[in-house]
């Protein structure tokens, strides 16, 4: 879902989507960034869109909606 206002991370970052992901067909397993746990692609997971100013996009993956809340109060007040 695409926010109608991103949201400022700080300096020159902006959350510009917010995205619920599964991909059935797909094994990857990455690292929760807050809580240092498993995201499984072919499970239920959150996605973040991240836009800098400069157009450089990146995508962070969430394990759950508190570490999601955790990292957004973490990048807010850096």
């Given amino acids: 879902m695409e926010l109608e206002t991103p949201y ?8 510009e989507t917010v995205s619920v992901g599964k991909r059935t067909d797909d094994e990857t397993v990455r690292d929760c ?3 240092g746990g498993h995201v499984y692609a072919d499970d239920w997971h959150l ?8 157009g450089d ?9 508190d570490c ?11």
């Fill in 8 to 15: 400022a991370l700080g300096g020159t970052y902006y959350v």
């Fill in 33 to 35: 960034v807050v809580c």
């Fill in 47 to 54: 996605v973040v869109g991240v836009l800098d100013t400069s």
């Fill in 57 to 65: 996009r990146q995508r962070h993956h969430h394990c759950s909606d």
């Fill in 68 to 78: 999601l809340t955790e990292w957004l109060k973490l990048m807010t007040a850096a």
